[in-house]
């Protein structure tokens, strides 16, 4: 075991570590899902239960997430196998199996739309999205089986060329370049945006509070969905990350930093897409239809919007490829871990797999079909079991040791019975309500 450790790569440094946390979390849930939740849930009285959601799911289900992997030196599959043999049971391995799964099935789904993005990014920087006549044709031609081939697997060759170089020199070092872009760029946009005519309508929107709103049990739901999904909660991609932390950092630390910007980006998000919206007069939605139809649309009203269309969808791009390299190192690290396969083998495999399944959900009914499946059901039963394994069934002290390691100050006693009771509970809540609304994230 030893010997496997020393094999292992690792995050250089904390800043390492925080930054692939953050692309991992900054995704289209951040851009075409909380914009809209904000402004439909009455501005601040979202606002409010979203952040406290935030911290409470940030202090108890992140630093978990991450102290259970640094703990086992393993992702999912092998913690969860560690976990059990320390009660004597050996089936932790096929339990791992599940968020394994979970992220695997979004990374394919995610792939197409990082596709799409890819696309687009590269028709605004020619010209061509700015000319285009209608937006629906053309979202329509990407949108059905075997129509956007080519963009779909640049996007697993960028994700293959960006993985086959490891933790060190793959991912955390595309986080440390496309993270501080991404937000540099919609800061530019924030900017521009708030110069537009009527733009005060979108601020309007999103920050007029509903205080009626607020003591509805949906807004508190719906809240709680953004903020689970938003901090990728699974059981899987923060457990792989951690597993490849060193001791001396601090996961309290680390998951304060990642709520942060995880929340910053996607208030950035909204001050860009919904006042530029509204300055013209567009119909504020959620989902692809914001991205692919309506900010295209806005651009191409903007003056210089050609400029600003290019910016905002290599933005998202940015945002969408640090994602899904996230997303898929759950099962190339497991068949590093289950196989002894070298990273050059386990990322080819996972690679061509994902994009000889992800063709036939290219088509975007199929497409959302698989999402729902294992959003609503495969990632919050990850979460959940990652969760009970870590804080029942590993024991009281392991978690104050693992938590405690790296820290300064000394383990915050309302921690335990938070990560046992209310993160606990909440990730099973989240798994039955998605269940009853469809989905809440």
């Not at 992140?62 to 009660?87: N, Q, T, W």
């Not at 990014?121 to 080519?150: A, H, K, M, P, W």
């Not at 963009?151 to 293959?160: D, G, K, M, V, Y």
Request: with cysteine; net charge positive.
């Amino acid at each position: 075991m030893e010997k496997h450790f020393k094999k292992r790569d690792s995050f250089q440094n904390k800043i390492g570590f925080i930054l692939a946390c953050v692309g991992s979390a900054v995704g289209m849930g951040n851009i075409w899902l909380f914009p809209y939740r904000v402004g439909e849930f009455g501005g601040a009285a979202f606002l409010f239960p979203y952040l406290f959601f935030v911290v409470l799911l940030g202090l108890t289900g992140v630093s978990g997430e991450m102290a259970f992997g640094r703990a086992m030196r393993s992702g999912p599959l092998g913690a969860f196998k560690k976990a059990l043999e320390k009660r004597g049971k050996k089936y932790g391995a096929f339990l791992g199996f599940i968020p394994v799964l979970g992220s695997l099935g979004i990374a394919i789904g995610y792939a197409v739309v990082v596709g799409w993005i890819l696309k687009y990014t590269v028709q605004s920087f020619s010209g061509i999205l700015q000319v285009t006549e209608n937006y629906g044709e053309l979202f329509g031609t990407i949108t059905t089986r075997y129509s956007s081939l080519t963009w779909h697997f640049t996007a697993i060759l960028i994700s293959l060329l960006i993985m086959v170089a490891g933790i060190q020199g793959g991912i955390e070092k595309i986080n440390r370049v496309l993270m501080p872009l991404f937000f540099g760029l919609f800061c530019l946009l924030a900017i521009r945006v708030f110069f537009l005519e009527n733009s005060i309508s979108g601020y309007e929107f999103l920050w007029k509070t509903d205080f009626e709103k607020i003591f509805q049990i949906k807004t508190w739901i719906f809240a709680l969905g953004q903020a689970f999904f938003s901090l990728s909660l699974a059981g899987s991609g923060t457990v792989v990350y951690g597993s490849y932390l060193k001791e001396e950092v601090d996961v309290i630390n680390s998951s304060i930093h990642v709520a942060f910007y995880d929340t910053f980006a996607a208030i950035l998000a909204a001050l860009v897409i919904i006042p530029a919206v509204f300055s013209f007069g567009m119909e504020v939605s959620a989902g692809p239809g914001l991205m692919f139809l309506v900010m295209p649309s806005v651009f191409q009203q903007m003056p210089f919007g050609r400029i600003f269309s290019s910016l905002f969808f290599l933005a998202v791009f940015f945002a969408g490829i640090t994602s899904l390299v996230n997303l898929f190192e759950s099962s190339i690290e497991a068949l590093e871990e289950k196989f002894s396969f070298s990273r050059r083998k386990a990322v080819s495999i996972v690679m061509i797999f994902s994009f000889l399944i992800g063709i036939f959900v290219e088509d975007v009914n199929y497409l959302g079909k698989l999402m729902d499946i294992v959003s609503i059901y495969l990632i919050p039963l990850g979460a959940f079991l990652s969760a009970i394994l870590f804080y029942w069934v590993c024991g009281d002290e392991f978690v104050r040791r693992e938590i405690q390691k790296g820290r300064l100050k000394s383990f915050p006693k309302c921690l335990l019975p938070m990560g046992k009771y209310v993160f606990c509970g909440i990730s099973f809540v989240v798994f039955i309500l998605g269940i009853f609304y469809h989905g809440i994230g």
